[in-house]
């Protein structure tokens, strides 16, 4: 489907902040659905953040306020913003692609779902 890069992981203080970064290898501005996923040990993957083609952008209740979600469909990327983080935020984050469509030269098909590989995020002091 489409390929999805992120970076900007590490480990950070609480109260830090950390901007991560996802490039996808296709143009977004087609993909229904771009976010940001989070998954601690042990426990599910869920929702962070997500931001849509029509301009709608949703965030997970605890980081609402901390996080801002950026979806650039001009260079493809969706970025977030984590300001003051916490010990609880710490996870693997992966970058989500849903929906919509894409096209690659000439060609397009309808999209379903594409993650990436995630990138540990770790608030310790």
């Known amino acids: 489907q489409v390929q999805l890069v992120e970076s900007g992981g590490g480990l950070v203080q609480p109260g830090g902040s950390l901007r991560l970064s996802c490039a996808a290898s296709?143009?977004?501005?087609?993909?229904?659905?771009m976010a940001w996923y989070r998954q601690a040990p042990g426990e599910q993957r869920d929702l962070v953040a997500s931001?849509?083609?029509?301009?709608?952008?949703n965030y997970k209740d605890s980081v609402k306020g901390r996080f801002t979600i950026a979806r650039d469909d001009a260079k493809n990327t969706v970025d977030l913003q984590m300001n003051g983080l916490k010990p609880d935020d710490t996870a693997v984050y992966y970058c989500?692609?849903?929906?919509?469509?894409?096209?690659?030269?000439?060609?397009?098909?309808?999209?379903?779902?594409?993650w990436g590989q995630g990138t540990q995020v770790t608030v310790a002091s």
């Open positions: 931001a849509s083609m029509y301009g709608g952008i």
């Open positions: 296709v143009r977004i501005r087609n993909i229904r659905l």
């Open positions: 989500n692609a849903e929906g919509g469509s894409f096209c690659r030269g000439s060609v397009c098909s309808l999209h379903e779902t594409s």
